[in-house]
């Protein structure tokens, strides 16, 4: 039996366009047509985003801290920390030294009477702006080690861009989950595609499914220093 052999499959911009509009018996004709539908999965983007379903994109960092200073603007890129440690004796083998730190609400930050106390850095209380993150650590880092926060965060999903020739970013497996969404919003959007919103609303709804457990069973939402625990 001949067969391929790669593994290779994925669809571009205009290809995931496309196959959205014709499950929402629509045709993709116009430039507006495009524009449209990029606007959508932009957006349909953020609402995975928000729902946490974009654990492909964890990452590692780290952030040098400053005696005396406890608040740390991170990359653009970052959208949610996930774990996060202080690190002492970065990068000396027998050394080097990483103590989990526990996030805190903002409540339990403004409620510790002293932000300014110098020890070694145990808590830490995220503030998300609206193109950063930035970090409060407490105590505030002191003279007596050389610290590093280090974390792993889930990177926010790039745009869909200009370009039709484009691939999304996300893999593959979360193609037909991406397709299925679109086709609903596109028949929110068509009135004479309304009278399959229902169903396109149920397989998507279904392939979300499909994909959340997926990721979320295979990456669990637990990771330390040492890597992922499954």
């Known amino acids: 039996m001949a067969t391929s052999g790669t593994f290779s499959f994925n669809l571009d911009l205009a290809d995931s366009m496309e196959e959205a509009f014709e499950r929402a018996g629509l045709e993709l004709r116009s430039g507006y047509d495009y524009k449209t539908a990029r606007r959508s999965l932009n957006l349909m983007m953020l609402e995975w985003q928000n729902r946490g379903l974009n654990l492909w994109s964890v990452d590692f960092a780290t952030q040098a801290l400053t005696a005396g200073t406890n608040q740390y603007t991170l990359d653009g890129k970052v959208l949610d920390i996930i774990e996060a440690f202080v690190r002492t004796n970065a990068g000396e083998v027998n050394q080097q030294f990483d103590q989990s730190m526990?996030?805190?609400?903002?409540?339990?930050?403004?409620?510790?009477?002293?932000?300014?106390?110098?020890?070694?850095?145990?808590?830490?209380?995220?503030?998300?702006n609206v193109d950063s993150i930035t970090i409060n650590v407490w105590p505030?880092?002191?003279?007596?080690?050389?610290?590093?926060?280090?974390?792993?965060?889930?990177?926010?999903?790039?745009?869909?861009?200009?370009?039709?020739?484009?691939?999304?970013?996300?893999?593959?497996?979360?193609?037909?989950?991406?397709?299925?969404?679109?086709?609903?919003?596109?028949?929110?959007?068509?009135?004479?595609?309304?009278?399959?919103?229902?169903?396109?609303?149920?397989?998507?709804?279904?392939?979300?499914?499909?994909?959340?457990?997926?990721?979320?069973?295979?990456?669990?939402?637990?990771?330390?220093?040492?890597?992922?625990?499954?």
């Open 102 to 128: 526990t996030r805190i609400s903002v409540s339990q930050y403004s409620n510790l009477s002293n932000k300014l106390t110098q020890s070694k850095p145990l808590q830490y209380y995220v503030e998300r």
């Open 140 to 230: 505030t880092p002191d003279d007596q080690e050389t610290y590093q926060f280090g974390y792993y965060y889930m990177e926010r999903v790039e745009d869909a861009g200009n370009s039709a020739a484009n691939n999304i970013d996300v893999p593959a497996r979360f193609l037909p989950c991406l397709v299925s969404g679109l086709a609903y919003q596109l028949s929110m959007k068509y009135p004479s595609a309304g009278a399959r919103a229902q169903a396109l609303k149920a397989d998507y709804e279904e392939q979300w499914t499909l994909a959340s457990d997926s990721d979320r069973n295979k990456a669990s939402l637990y990771v330390s220093p040492g890597g992922y625990s499954f």
